[in-house]
């Protein structure tokens, strides 16, 4: 079964703080995602990376970066969190390729920013 | 933009009832399409994908979704429900001749009375 990991499922910064979300996959997937969820807005897509090294802004990228450094791991990151940041994050990986692929998604991380 | 919709925020029936959540996209072209479900407490699973062929797709735990390339939709059915269906329930799309990004439209959160 693929498994894609984050690192922590609560987490509690205050605000002005950097705050880093880590994600892992163990299916050598090309693609990672990284969504928030909100209520009544569904997913929305942050960032995402199709190859190590490699990015791509989302629908609602600002106060946010990423990293990958590793084809397994795409951070998140937080540069100085806000109150209105507080939501649930989702990474997520997919192979590459047109069609025959689906989205397969971590367990969330809900942040609160205070 | 790219732009998926779902046409109830908030179902509720009785066990037994059937089930139609509907979903409707708005952009040409060659799509995969995907239904996810959301759990209490669980991360997004699939429920079922459509990618090329019988438009009439099933997927686990007796739900199925009927491509309408016509219309742009591709709701979700289930002929009878059970109080374990309460869940919410995303509609997404990829497309293939644009990025590798999936957009989610902005769930329907279902609630089974037993």
């Known amino acids: 079964d693929v498994k894609v990991t984050q690192s922590s499922r609560y987490l509690v910064k205050r605000t002005g703080e950097k705050v880093f979300l880590e994600c892992v996959q163990d299916?050598?997937?090309?693609?990672m995602f990284w969504y928030r969820q909100d209520p009544g807005l569904g997913l929305r897509l942050i960032y995402f990376?199709?190859?190590?090294?490699?990015?791509e802004k989302g629908d609602i990228p600002e106060g946010y970066s990423v990293s990958r450094e590793k084809k397994e791991r795409f951070s998140l990151i937080l540069e100085s969190a806000s109150t209105n940041q507080t939501s649930m994050y989702l990474c997520?990986?997919?192979?590459?390729?047109?069609?025959?692929?689906?989205?397969?998604f971590g367990q969330g991380t809900r942040l609160t920013v205070v | 933009a790219q732009s998926v919709s779902q046409h109830n925020h908030h179902v509720i029936l009785s066990e037994a009832a059937s089930l139609e959540l509907g979903c409707n996209y708005s952009?040409?072209?060659?799509?995969?399409l995907f239904w996810y479900v959301q759990y209490p407490g669980q991360h997004l699973q699939l429920l079922l994908k459509?990618?090329?062929?019988?438009?009439l797709v099933k997927g686990i735990k007796g739900f199925e979704a009927e491509f309408i390339k016509s219309k742009f939709s591709f709701n979700l059915r289930k002929p009878s429900v059970q109080w374990s269906d309460t869940a919410e329930y995303f509609c997404?799309?990829?497309?293939?001749?644009?990025?590798?990004?999936?957009?989610f439209g902005p769930g329907t959160r279902l609630s089974v009375l037993p």
């Open positions: 459509y990618f090329s062929g019988d438009p």
């Open positions: 997520a990986s997919s192979l590459s390729g047109a069609g025959l692929t689906e989205a397969f």
């Open positions: 990376s199709y190859d190590v090294k490699m990015k």
């Open positions: 952009y040409g072209g060659t799509v995969n």
């Open positions: 299916m050598d997937h090309e693609n």
């Open positions: 997404a799309v990829r497309r293939e001749d644009y990025g590798q990004n999936f957009v």
